[in-house]
Structure formats: structure tokens, C-alpha cells
């Protein structure tokens, strides 16, 4: 497999400016690649974002690689060395905004796709692409949008790759079987605004909240399991004050968030906050949002072949594991019971001057293709 047309690919995609929820031209040029080779298309759409169902075939098994062609805004212009959206290629990496984080994978597997079908195009099953702009964002109209028109004719998937940036030193040494659940919270503790040199005539929020604060820093959610680790707790923004120095403020907002393990549910961990805040006697409102809940593929037929397949092409074991963020994996899961996460090195992603090596393009490309030769039988 060549280098060229996984690298030239990817800079076609990442020439699509497609910040999120808009895709640039990006499914369009998917499209294109994938309609000589038989694919049937559905355009699921919802609101602002395109989504892109794209299926060969109709028999069983159902393979599908998934993935999302928006990405971040690129920042300040003027600090990137070269423009985010013009691919450009020096010292051994591809730099673009996307190159990682995910147009590098999506690209890699078209060719991987292209090559499988032109050297297979008898193979046993179904190859399906799931592709959304709408995940660096809200991700409430993309991949979500899909799974619930699949799920509507009871249409499942069998077998899933995702590929997202999981490698971390090199391409293949970290796969993902799995995701921590999120849970996250919106607090506002009031109190009763008042002069700061007569602080007997009001209440201050903030130091209402300090000893509870301080609780439910030091709180041990859970130990873990044996594939997740333990669920952690952390505030991500506190506001309070008018702006001036001699005003105690009216009231204290705190966002934070849980990345939880199935060790806790998330009705035990509210539970647990909200009694810690009951401890200190404060007068508060509480607003939670449960973002994902965790998921797991075991070791079974698909892990085993993603692992040999990395080791057949890097020489190297792939470590499973379950850390991270959240991805559009959560919601895949609901129709499809083997996923995992796959793909090239996560270091520049979302970072100035993002980029990929462009010696492990087409190694991911033939990772891919393996997997679909050991999962369709081929």
C-alpha cells in the first residue's frame, strides 16, 4: 500500500474547511470515493449537520469504520507556520488543521475500503462508513442522529472501528475498548449581596461553599474496575462577584464534572454530592447533565483481530485502555456490541500547528484493510 494515496486523501479533506458542524465539501469527496464501489447513500441530516450513511451490501456481518470530518476552530491564524487549511508537508509530518483528529483515519480508511473491495469485491457481509460534522461540537445532531434512525428499523452494526487519535507514542500502541462515563453539573449556591464592610448584614456564597469544596476535592468516589480506572471529580469553573473589591456577591456558580467508572451510578454519585452540601446547610440549586455512560468490549473477535492486525504491521502489542474523553463511541454502542477506537498518534490534536506523520499513513490504511480481511473472512 502506498504512502500517496492515503497522504493525498488527507489533504484533500483537510483542504475542506470544515469547522464544526460544516463539512467543508468533506462528505461530498467521501462520496465520490466511495460511489464506483458499489455504495448505496443516505444523506441523515439534522439541523445544521450532515451525516453520511453510506452501506455496500445487506448481508450479515455488518461492518462499519465511523469517524467525523468537522474539527476545532484553528485559533489565532497568524500563529500557526503555515495556514490550517492548506496541507502542507515538512520534515517527515503532514500539518492541516483535522490531520489527527480525524482526517488522517477517515482517509486512511477509504484507501483501505478502495483496496479491500477492488482485491474482494465478492466478500462475505456488509462495509458501512458512518461519517458526521457535528462532533467537535454540541454532538447532539450527528452520529446521535444516525444511531436513532438505525436503531428506528432496527438496522445494528456488528462490528465497529472509530478512528479517533489513540495512538500516543506511535501508530498502534494504544487502542481503545472503552470509555469512562460523564457526568457533569451545574451548582448555584446562594447567598445575600451586601457591603463588604458590614458583612454581618449579608452572606458570602464563597465562603459557604470553601468547606464543602474542600469535601468534595478530597472525596473517593470509587476504586475503579478492572478495566476502568477510578471516577474523578473536577470543578472547571467558578464565578462570583460583581467585579468590585467591596461587595460581597449575591451568589456562586460552579461547573464540574464526573468521569465515572461503573463502579458508581450516576444517581449514587448525585446522591453523594448533594449530601455533601447538605453537611454545610447550603441554600443551592443543581442542574445535572449525564453526558455518556461507560462502555466496554471485552476481549472477543474484534479486539483480537485489531491487536493482530496492529502486530502484523507494527511489530508491536497494542495496550488496551479506557482513558480519555468522551467520543461518538457512547453513542454507537447503543446498536452496535463490538466497538473500539483506532487510530494515528494524539499528540498535536487540537493544537496550533496540528499534524501527522506521514510514514504511519499507510500503515493505519493496512490495519484497516487487515481487519477487514479477518472479520469478513476473506
Known amino acids: 500500500m502506498t504512502t500517496s494515496a492515503v497522504l ?7 483542504a475542506c474547511p470544515s469547522v464544526t458542524p460544516a463539512d467543508g465539501g468533506a462528505l461530498a469527496l467521501i462520496q465520490s470515493r466511495l460511489a464506483p464501489l458499489g455504495f448505496a447513500f443516505e444523506a441523515i441530516d439534522r439541523r445544521e449537520t450532515r451525516n453520511l450513511w453510506a452501506r455496500r451490501g445487506s448481508a450479515k ?112 500502541d494504544m487502542v481503545k475498548n472503552g470509555r469512562r462515563g460523564s457526568l457533569s453539573g451545574r451548582l448555584a449556591v446562594k447567598g445575600v449581596q451586601c457591603h463588604i464592610a458590614y458583612s454581618e448584614k449579608g452572606k458570602n456564597p464563597i465562603h459557604a461553599l470553601a468547606p464543602a469544596l474542600a469535601e468534595l476535592a478530597a472525596t473517593h468516589w470509587d476504586g475503579g474496575s478492572a478495566h476502568f480506572p477510578p471516577t474523578t471529580w473536577q470543578v472547571s469553573n467558578i464565578h462570583a462577584g460583581t467585579g468590585a473589591n467591596n461587595v460581597i456577591p449575591h451568589a456562586l456558580e460552579m461547573l464540574f464534572n464526573f468521569r465515572f467508572s461503573p463502579a458508581s451510578e450516576p444517581a449514587a454519585l448525585q446522591q453523594r454530592f448533594a449530601a455533601i452540601l447538605d453537611r454545610y446547610g447550603l441554600d443551592y440549586d443543581l442542574r445535572w447533565t449525564l453526558g455518556a455512560r461507560p462502555f466496554l468490549t471485552p476481549q472477543g473477535e474484534l479486539v483480537a483481530a485489531a491487536r493482530q492486525a496492529i502486530r502484523e504491521e507494527t511489530g508491536i502489542e497494542a495496550e488496551l485502555s479506557t482513558s480519555g474523553g468522551t467520543s461518538d463511541g457512547r453513542f454507537l454502542t447503543m446498536i452496535c456490541p463490538q466497538l473500539l477506537e483506532l487510530g494515528p498518534v494524539n499528540a498535536s490534536s487540537h493544537k496550533i500547528d496540528e499534524c501527522v506523520e506521514v510514514a504511519a499513513l499507510a500503515p493505519l490504511a493496512a490495519i484497516y484493510q487487515r481487519l477487514l480481511e479477518r472479520i469478513l473472512h476473506v
Request: aromatic fraction near 6%; charge should be negative.
Open 8 to 14: 493525498d486523501l488527507t489533504s484533500a479533506l483537510i
Open 61 to 172: 456481518p455488518l461492518f462499519c469504520f465511523a469517524g467525523h470530518v468537522d474539527v476545532v476552530p484553528p485559533g489565532p491564524l497568524e500563529a500557526w507556520t503555515s495556514p490550517p487549511f492548506t496541507p502542507t508537508t515538512r520534515d517527515g509530518f503532514l500539518y492541516g488543521r483535522g490531520a489527527a483528529d480525524m482526517k488522517s483515519a477517515i482517509a486512511a480508511m477509504i484507501v483501505a475500503v478502495e483496496n479491500f473491495i477492488t482485491a474482494h469485491p465478492d466478500h462475505l457481509g456488509s462495509i458501512a462508513l458512518l461519517l458526521t460534522s457535528d462532533e467537535e461540537g454540541d454532538a447532539k445532531d450527528g452520529t446521535v442522529a444516525v444511531v436513532e434512525t438505525l436503531a428506528a428499523r432496527d438496522e445494528t452494526l456488528d462490528y465497529c472501528i472509530v478512528g479517533e487519535p489513540t495512538s500516543v507514542n506511535r501508530l498502534g
